[in-house]
């Protein structure tokens, strides 16, 4: 069964960089939509980042042009890079498929961004 770990998240200053990974421990070559999602205490989960398995991607407006999201299916891995970081992107960064699924929810990874 597949399990997702998002790892590579930390503190930095505005404008930096981080990228992050998402290890799945099987498959997911089968999942036809994976994506990046963020969540703040006490607002809705957001998805920021969506690629198909042919590498087709999408991004929420507040993120384009900074984030790009990719995937290696040969090694089971999603990227996100975040370039340009600032403070309102400071989040809890979770991966799982689009639409979700329950049993993808990992523990996420923090990204802080200091001003």
């Known amino acids: 069964q597949v399990q997702l770990v998002e790892s590579g998240g930390g503190l930095v200053q505005a404008g930096g960089s981080l990228i992050l990974s998402c290890a799945a421990s099987?498959?997911?070559?089968?999942?036809?939509?994976m994506g990046w999602y963020r969540q703040t205490p006490g607002k809705e989960r957001q998805l920021v980042a969506s690629?198909?398995?042919?590498?087709?991607?999408n991004y929420v407006d507040s993120v384009k042009g900074r984030f790009t999201i990719s995937r290696d299916n040969a090694k089971n891995t999603v990227y996100l890079q975040m370039n340009s970081l600032k403070p309102e992107d400071t989040a809890v960064y979770y991966c799982n498929s689009v639409p979700t699924r329950q049993e993808y929810w990992g523990q996420g990874t923090q990204v802080t961004v200091s001003s």
């Open positions: 690629i198909t398995r042919g590498g087709n991607t």
């Open positions: 099987g498959s997911i070559f089968r999942i036809s939509v």
